[in-house]
């Protein structure tokens, strides 16, 4: 449920075949800061399309392909690297499609607040990157997920997000949403090895495999080349589908622990859990506990 504003901070707007899970009002965790909102959203909203009424900083916790469409221009397909983050300003009608599932929070700014905010770009930019969000994000997450206090953490991390974005906008370390990314990798492989990675993660599967499903390319370049391009090595990909896919099925599933860890290609349940609290800060048992909670 979102927090209530005199202006929404976004308007959904129609999809073609969309579903529920693709409105960003349907998100299960969303919390108030000074200037707008903050919410986070699972990995399984992969289409939406929403009309901007504040500014819009996103960060991304997963990599993947990103369609976007911005204000009605042409359809831009770009390689985002894990935790970049990405700038939307007011007034933008912005159409986003994630080739795969890509876990994300953002964060709102009410334009009426703009004597407070830092100057903001005026049009569209993405991943960038920044330690300090990145941490401040995923400790956020962890508060969402165990249940625990997040006010303090939505307040710091919307700090922290603008000196991000003002010192990325000063210095020029960003790119635009509209222009093709550099890429060791490019975007048909990238697809080809996310692909076999989904179909395969739960079996035991090593670089060589993946590099020789994108084909024509050795494991050790397929590796730096992955690396580069994405923000994180094939392995701690693999490990990352892993998680995922173990979150869903013990927030939708009775499967036991144990079970859910044997299905998704972990050894054990005890490397599952130690796996959990290394990426998330939570163990699969605060996992199931949150997804009951959310659901009531």
């Not at 929404?8 to 409105?23: E, N, Q």
């Not at 730096?224 to 599933?253: C, D």
């Amino acid at each position: 449920m979102l927090v209530n504003f005199d202006t929404p901070p976004f308007i959904d707007l129609p999809l073609d075949g969309g579903s529920a899970d693709s409105r960003l009002t349907g998100v299960p965790w969303s919390v108030a800061h000074e200037y707008g909102v903050v919410l986070y959203c699972p990995a399984k909203f992969r289409h939406a399309h929403v009309r901007m009424n504040h500014h819009l900083i996103g960060i991304e916790l997963d990599p993947g392909i990103v369609s976007l469409r911005i204000d009605g221009r042409p359809e831009v397909s770009t390689i985002q690297k894990s935790r970049g983050f990405y700038f939307v300003p007011a007034g933008s009608s912005i159409e986003v499609r994630k080739e795969t599932p890509i876990e994300y929070i953002l964060l709102t700014f009410d334009p009426r607040f703009a004597n407070f905010l830092p100057p903001l770009p005026d049009h569209v930019l993405d991943n960038v990157a920044d330690s300090a969000f990145t941490a401040t994000a995923l400790a956020l997450r962890r508060q969402f997920l165990i249940g625990g206090s997040v006010l303090q953490l939505a307040a710091e991390l919307a700090r922290v997000s603008l000196a991000a974005l003002s010192q990325a906008y000063r210095t020029g370390a960003y790119r635009n949403a509209l222009t093709q990314p550099d890429c060791w990798l490019n975007a048909t492989r990238i697809r080809r090895a996310l692909s076999f990675i989904d179909e395969h993660h739960s079996s035991k599967i090593t670089v060589e495999d993946i590099a020789y499903a994108v084909g024509n390319i050795s494991a050790s370049h397929f590796a730096y080349a992955f690396e580069s391009t994405l923000g994180q090595s094939p392995h701690q990909y693999v490990l990352e589908q892993r998680v995922r896919r173990a979150r869903e099925m013990l927030a939708h599933g009775s499967s036991s622990i144990a079970d859910v860890a044997y299905a998704v290609g972990f050894s054990s349940q005890a490397h599952m859990t130690s796996i959990f609290t290394r990426r998330l800060g939570v163990t699969p048992a605060q996992i199931r506990t949150s997804a009951a909670r959310v659901s009531e």
